[in-house]
């Protein structure tokens, strides 16, 4: 148990496992009262520092069968999804953990673990924290990034295109099969689970996204589509007109067995893509002009696996559903639902 090792000893055994490049962090996690970064080193030009905080707790998001590596993972992921979102370049990371004093050391060992797997497969080192004890598990990260043009929610004008990258509603499909609504193949079942448990952010299309130019407004779907495109649209201004045919509904690893198995059950999946968060892809706005760009175009198609799922309208109109019955358009109000923590 970790109150065996103490909170000296418990901070040892940690930061013992996380790896820095001494060239940019001079002083890293446990070293001293804060950790020193080389900024002049660490941003390579870039121009602006962004930054983003946020927290994963055991009785909230935790779900039942998520192992104590993909506990870890999350609580790095979520933040590089926010530094995707804005088209930066993660290099810090800190974490503050709240640790139950029963909790054992192999299992804080394998959270640590998925901790720093995931900060380095994205080049980000982890430079400090804080451990204390608690009455559940709580770890909160921040993760530190730069950018030359951060891509901003607000920034959508009418005539943009509205896109997402690659799939939705796979998180909340594994959700449903943890809460045993319903019953899959065994192959969809892990690719379900693994979308909801060891979500991947997306940074390097994020990347590529803001380095094309293009790109007018971004934000992760961590609480939703309808959520998300309605915070587009109250920073933006504007209003949304959404194919819903053209949304990728589920990989295509679950797609095969997948629309037939929730069908059978009375899920439409759908509503799954729509109104339940976890999947952490990227919803954004491009100038249409993108598609004129044949070159770029195909570019973008092919390294962020992008799907053109509306367009944006005035704001007077509203987020819509939009489709066509022979050559007239049949309009429905996109009801606004998603995860919320209150």
Excluded at 98 to 103: D, E, S, V
Excluded at 270 to 281: H, I, K, N, Q, S
Excluded at 298 to 308: A, G, N, T, Y
Aim: glycine share 10%; net charge negative.
């Amino acid at each position: 148990m970790i109150e065996q090792l103490g909170e000296t000893g418990l901070i040892e055994r940690i930061v013992k496992r996380f790896h820095i490049d001494r060239q940019t962090v001079t002083a890293g996690a446990g070293e001293d009262d804060c950790a020193v970064i080389d900024i002049a080193k660490a941003k390579s030009g870039h121009k602006y520092l962004v930054v983003t905080t946020d927290t994963v707790q055991e009785s909230t998001h935790f779900p039942k069968g998520i192992t104590p590596f993909q506990i870890g993972w999350t609580a790095v992921a979520v933040n590089l999804s926010d530094i995707a979102a804005m088209g930066a370049h993660p290099f810090a990371f800190t974490i503050a953990m709240g640790i139950p004093a029963h909790t054992a050391t192999s299992f804080m060992d394998k959270v640590v673990e998925g901790i720093e797997k995931c900060a380095s497969a994205y080049n980000t080192a982890v430079v400090g924290g804080d451990i204390t004890r608690s009455k559940e598990l709580i770890l909160t990260g921040t993760c530190l990034g730069f950018a030359d043009n951060p891509v901003r929610r607000a920034g959508a004008g009418v005539g943009d295109l509205v896109c997402v990258t690659g799939s939705l509603g796979n998180a909340a499909l594994g959700m449903k099969l943890i809460e045993e609504e319903i019953q899959v193949q065994k192959r969809v079942e892990a690719a379900a689970k693994k979308a909801l448990f060891q979500p991947v952010p997306r940074i390097q299309e994020g990347i590529i996204l803001a380095d094309s130019g293009l790109v007018t407004s971004m934000i992760d779907i961590s609480d939703g589509l309808a959520l998300s495109l309605a915070e587009l649209a109250k920073s933006s201004g504007v209003g949304f007109e959404i194919y819903e045919d053209k949304v990728p509904v589920l990989s295509e690893e679950i797609r095969s067995a997948g629309d037939f198995v929730l069908s059978m059950h009375g899920f439409d999946p759908r509503e799954l893509a729509f109104y339940y968060g976890g999947d952490y892809e990227l919803l954004f706005t491009a100038d249409a002009q993108v598609i004129e760009k044949e070159e770029l175009w195909e570019m973008l198609r092919r390294e962020v696996k992008m799907s053109v799922i509306g367009k944006v309208v005035p704001a007077e109109e509203g987020i819509y559903f939009c489709t066509k019955i022979r050559e007239e358009k049949k309009k429905e109000k996109m009801e606004i639902k998603g995860y919320r923590h209150f």
